[in-house]
């Protein structure tokens, strides 16, 4: 028997058993009322009302403090002493690469097309507003992180629920924030194994082997992909074993090389058509207000753009607290502060870029996606207008998509060892068999498509943000006062003096 048919029959007998159970949540989690022509998803309602809410409640802190935001990754108010493995700017980027991918690139051609522009306007609204929920979930995941006795941390949802809640609700409190951590802990597992490693492997093949001569070339066979997934998988293992300090190490590297080659690119289109951007400004605007074409009008074209944006950035799914929570500071509203820039970075900035240069560009293939053409997907779209002025960008595109793909993996490969060792135990036993399950599952991607267990990984993902967000609600007192002691400490170290707790600060510091 061949590989490609022990393969196929995998995917058959997979989707077979967990197509119903996917199908189902899929439901439920998505569930979806009709709204002015449009349908909104209640998952969607539900982080961008967490993000309005948190925007008022804390007097629009992600526009009032962004700079103080900035100067904090540049290590201005480092303290010597602090517990952590890894600076502000490394927990930073080991976030943005879990949420930085194929949704930037492909996620917004398909958000455009069904949307039309306008819903670039309304998922960089989204993204605004998300940096308020990613400020309150990340403050809260250093606030009540485990620093064990070798120096390592954890934290997260099921570290801050249960800490959080009994601290502010006493016995009853813990009860539930047990429960409620065993559950978050559960789907963050499910999906690193299968969204955020097989999915994210099995998708940059894909694009591996469309420019490689597609089925027929070198990488088309099922060796070729075995290939592929145990270089992937060996890579991913070195990395995990290092813990987060290595990951940090890789992706405070990976994430701005990949980042910029993304932007440069989409400035080349944006600078050969310059005389287009002011006509491609308005048509987003106007798009925004008075779309043509999308079913729901103007309320479609914000759904559209809030679910994508709302699907990107992950703000409220309670995922990034894990990697934040690593950072050396003695001040948790510090790293919530750094913490805001993400959706700023994944949302505003590379989301932004690659609808504005869609628009500039105007593909033919993005004129037939949006008169209903179902079968072109979202990369070809995104390809296709860096095309129209780099020929060759497919190529480039590959690169970009091979780098954001394995910075996902391995930022995911340690949220899920944390899942696993809050409900297994952190022996080494259990955190080596941990790394060769997630390694295995490296080399499945290439191999198996299972998209029936990542649609279930999805629905699995996205209803932790109902148990996280319920979580946020009742801790954001704990926020507010974390902020302000914080923001006191800054105007001290600003009028020369010692802040409590201070009294061993190192020197500033102006550079990362």
Request: contains cysteine; glycine residues 12%; aromatic residues 10%.
């Amino acid at each position: 028997m061949s590989l490609d048919s022990v393969t196929q029959s995998v995917d058959e007998a997979v989707s077979g058993f967990f197509e119903p159970i996917a199908k189902w949540l899929g439901e439920v989690v998505f569930y979806a009322v009709p709204v002015g022509g449009t349908d909104l998803p209640l998952i969607v309602a539900w982080l961008v009302v967490a993000g309005l809410v948190f925007t008022g409640w804390f007097g629009f802190v992600q526009l009032r403090k962004f700079g103080l935001a900035v100067d904090v990754v540049r290590g201005k108010y480092d303290e010597k002493g602090s517990a952590g493995e890894v600076n502000h700017f490394q927990a930073l980027t080991a976030a943005v690469s879990g949420t930085v991918g194929l949704g930037n690139i492909a996620g917004v051609a398909v958000a455009v097309s069904i949307g039309g522009p306008g819903a670039t306007f309304w998922m960089i609204l989204c993204g605004l507003l998300g940096m308020a929920t990613k400020f309150v979930e990340v403050t809260l995941g250093v606030k009540y992180r485990e620093v064990h006795p070798d120096g390592t941390v954890s934290g997260g949802p099921m570290h801050y629920l249960p800490k959080g809640l009994a601290e502010r609700f006493g016995k009853n409190g813990k009860t539930l924030g047990k429960v409620l951590a065993v559950l978050a802990s559960f789907m963050i597992l499910f999906f690193g194994l299968f969204g955020g490693n097989l999915f994210q492997v099995n998708q940059s093949y894909a694009q591996l082997v469309s420019v490689t001569g597609g089925e027929d070339g070198a990488l088309g066979s099922s060796a070729g992909a075995l290939l592929f997934g145990i270089l992937v998988a060996a890579l991913v293992g070195i990395v995990l074993l290092g813990g987060i300090r290595s990951i940090a190490n890789v992706t405070s590297r990976l994430v701005p090389a990949m980042a910029g080659i993304y932007i440069v690119a989409c400035l080349v289109v944006i600078l050969v058509n310059v005389t287009a951007v002011p006509d491609a400004v308005a048509t987003i605007v106007e798009g925004a207000f008075d779309p043509e074409g999308v079913a729901g009008g103007v309320l479609g074209a914000l759904i559209i753009g809030f679910k994508r944006a709302a699907f990107s950035n992950e703000a409220g799914l309670g995922s990034a607290p894990i990697a934040h929570s690593a950072v050396r500071t003695k001040h948790p509203a510090s790293e919530g502060l750094v913490a805001l820039l993400e959706p700023f970075i994944d949302t505003v900035v590379i989301c932004t870029m690659t609808a504005l240069t869609i628009v500039i560009a105007n593909p033919a293939s993005w004129g037939e996606a949006r008169a209903g053409d179902g079968s072109i997907g979202g990369v070809t779209i995104t390809s296709d207008a860096f095309e129209t002025v780099l020929p060759w960008f497919p190529y480039v595109l590959t690169v970009a998509v091979l780098l954001f793909a394995i910075s996902t993996v391995l930022t995911w490969g340690y949220y899920g060892l944390k899942a696993w060792t809050y409900l297994f135990g952190r022996s080494r036993a259990s955190e080596v068999t941990y790394k060769a399950l997630y390694t295995v599952f490296a080399v499945a991607g290439s191999l198996l498509t299972l998209q029936t267990l990542i649609d279930l990984a999805d629905a699995v993902l996205f209803s932790l943000a109902v148990i996280n967000i319920i979580g946020l609600y009742l801790l954001a007192p704990v926020v507010k006062r974390e902020l302000n002691t914080f923001l006191e400490f800054v105007r001290v170290r600003k009028a020369g003096g010692h802040a409590e707790g201070d009294d061993d600060q190192e020197p500033v510091r102006t550079t990362v």
